[in-house]
């Protein structure tokens, strides 16, 4: 591509991801940072930090903001992984197909059906929790009776409070005596109410039992339950948690139907995925009373699956007047152990990829002088501290070496050359035998954790090259391959792990920008390649710039990346990654740097 080429196409990406500039708060006034969406009121850090670290080149500017958002927040201690309006967003008030978004979740659902369905922000994939599988026992002249909560439900309601809403579902419990005969007898009315609040990430969940006029029960249990907590695709909880702190119990979930784990009061208990603590989701659930809690029940296909968790809250007998009322609050965070103290607005349920915002920030330092420079590296020096590489997954550990790296050539200071050793070596042991590099658990490989880690161990070798690297790199590479996906299109995909395809383009731009990594290494003659795997990466390379280039659209003055196939809706992650795929910011900034 010839030089005034380039320069278009940098200017033209650059302007396309213009158009996603808003103000965003800070501490001290605003700052133009980069938006979800053109004009748009929420901001992905890690977004942000990717678009910034994209524009840290010396020929183009409006990072500027979005720099002084990362600095805020680091310099706070506090980064969540997105900041923006404090409320609560009714998008469909229909029960049975409300939607509704929240600063740290969505929910999804048919209240007619007992079923909300659960989410963290930004994420489409399978749900993270699902609201259901409820059951009510009670004794009625002396028949037991156990009965679906689902089926009893004659109403359901979104209702506003003064902090949120409230969805609500209820209906009335029939039964039979022992020796009746005929119709069913309404016995009793089954209230649930979920309480979500724009300030908090957590649900509060009420069950209320009340028997009608005229009517004892014996034996009261009223239940609060999440079903298919084992879905797949990453969505599965395969260790339950009992008390809390350091002398919590942990267990993995059972093999078999109903089997208590435990009774009597508690504290606290829930389920833990079990894969990288930085992407393991985590739900807690704290009995508010003032019902006591009589047990936990769990059910799963095989150890370490959950499917259903099931707490049980009882009353010996209930009169006429009286009403069984349990409460218990419900918190669902992803990669944390309490939720964030953060800001109203800001996201309490899932933090900023911190190793991220530390890459944005040591790349700009590397271009920036005097007290600027100064001002960037001790923000990215914080952030790599902040970073914790023990149950990190690889892409986190990767952008860690990286910020690592370009702090060094800054500063020289000796303790990061065991840093950066260590960051290397763990990245080196998340390869798995299908030579894809992926974090611990049953979850299958991602396209972003084998593109940054690849990338990473590629630069790592023109700085310092190893034949652990070196070899780690030729597997990572012959890892990719060619795949065909509905629609059809054609996509490069992990093979031998599922051929986790790179549909999305941020995907297929990280790809494109490690192997590039990579050709650059052996380029340079760091990187040692057999001529036929030299060819095979020089067609990966080739077919992922082809690809790519396919999904740049020309919009006025400004080029606009899809965000899937050809012609989808563009997005910030997309342009961003495109923009340092085509144009890596690491060239750049290793010429100023030398």
């Not at 609560?88 to 197909?97: G, L, N």
């Not at 749900?127 to 028949?143: D, M, Q």
């Not at 609040?197 to 509060?204: E, F, G, I, M, Y």
């Not at 001002?375 to 590489?389: K, Q, S, Y």
Request: with cysteine; aromatic share 4%; net charge neutral.
């Amino acid at each position: 591509m010839s030089g005034s080429a380039l320069d278009a196409l940098r200017d033209g990406l650059a302007r396309g991801m213009a158009r996603f500039l808003a103000p965003a708060r800070l501490p001290d006034g605003f700052a133009p940072a980069f938006a979800h969406a053109p004009r748009g009121t929420r901001f992905e850090v890690g977004a942000n930090a990717a678009a910034a670290e994209a524009l840290a080149h010396p020929l183009l500017g409006g990072a500027e903001g979005a720099v002084e958002l990362l600095l805020s927040l680091v310099a706070a201690g506090r980064v969540p992984r997105s900041l923006g309006p404090a409320r609560i967003a009714v998008e469909d008030e229909t029960p049975r197909s409300f939607r509704i978004a929240t600063p740290h979740h969505r929910f999804e659902g048919n209240l007619l059906r007992g079923e909300i369905r659960q989410f963290l922000p930004g994420e489409d994939g399978p749900r993270a929790l699902l609201h259901s599988g409820n059951l009510v026992e009670f004794t009625w002249r002396g028949r037991k009776h156990c009965l679906d909560v689902e089926d009893a439900i004659a109403r359901a309601a979104i209702e506003p409070t003064d902090h949120g809403v409230r969805l609500v579902h209820e209906g009335m419990v029939a039964g039979q005596g022992r020796f009746s005969r005929g119709a069913a007898t309404e016995l009793a009315t089954l209230r649930y109410a979920y309480e979500i609040r724009a300030d908090s990430p957590a649900v509060t969940l009420t069950v209320t039992l009340t028997p009608v006029a005229g009517v004892t029960l014996d034996r009261v249990r009223v239940t609060t339950a999440c079903d298919g907590m084992s879905a797949g695709d990453g969505a599965d909880f395969g260790t339950l948690v009992f008390g809390e702190g350091e002398a919590a119990r942990r267990v993995p979930s059972p093999n078999g139907e109903n089997v208590t784990l435990h009774e009597g009061p508690v504290a606290a208990f829930g389920a833990r995925q079990d894969r990288a603590a930085a992407r393991a989701l985590s739900l807690t659930i704290r009995p508010c009373g003032p019902a006591p809690l009589l047990s936990v029940k769990a059910s799963g296909p095989a150890e370490g699956r959950l499917h259903w968790l099931l707490t049980r809250y009882a009353a010996e007998r209930l009169t006429a007047g009286a009403a069984l009322e349990a409460r218990e609050e419900r918190v669902l965070l992803r990669g944390l152990a309490a939720p964030l103290a953060v800001p109203r607005g800001a996201e309490a349920s899932m933090a900023a990829p911190i190793a991220a915002v530390a890459l944005a920030l040591a790349t700009h330092a590397l271009l920036a002088p005097g007290e600027r420079g100064a001002a960037l590296r001790d923000g990215a020096a914080r952030a790599l501290i902040a970073f914790d590489a023990e149950g990190a997954a690889p892409a986190d550990i990767a952008q860690a070496l990286m910020a690592a790296e370009a702090l060094h050539r800054l500063t020289g200071e000796a303790t990061l050359a065991p840093r950066m050793e260590a960051l290397a070596a763990a990245l080196i042991a998340a390869q798995r035998d299908a030579g894809v590099f992926r974090d611990v658990g049953a979850a299958r490989g991602t396209v972003a954790d084998h593109a940054t880690a690849l990338l990473a161990l590629a630069r790592r070798q023109m700085l310092a090259p190893s034949e652990a690297q070196g070899e780690a790199i030729r597997r990572g590479v012959a890892a990719i391959g060619l795949a065909t996906v509905d629609g059809p299109l054609d996509v490069l995909a992990l093979r031998r792990e599922g051929d986790v395809p790179a549909i999305a383009t941020e995907d297929l731009a990280r790809l494109l920008r490690a192997l590039r990594a990579v050709q650059a290494a052996r380029a340079a003659r760091r990187l040692a390649m057999p001529e036929e795997e030299a060819r095979r990466l020089a067609f990966l390379a080739e077919t992922a710039t082809t690809l790519l280039q396919a999904r740049i659209r020309p919009e006025g003055d400004a080029l606009i990346v899809a965000a899937g196939a050809p012609g989808s809706a563009s997005s910030l992650a997309a342009q961003a990654a495109t923009l340092a795929a085509l144009l890596p910011p690491e060239s750049a900034a290793v010429r100023v740097a030398a």
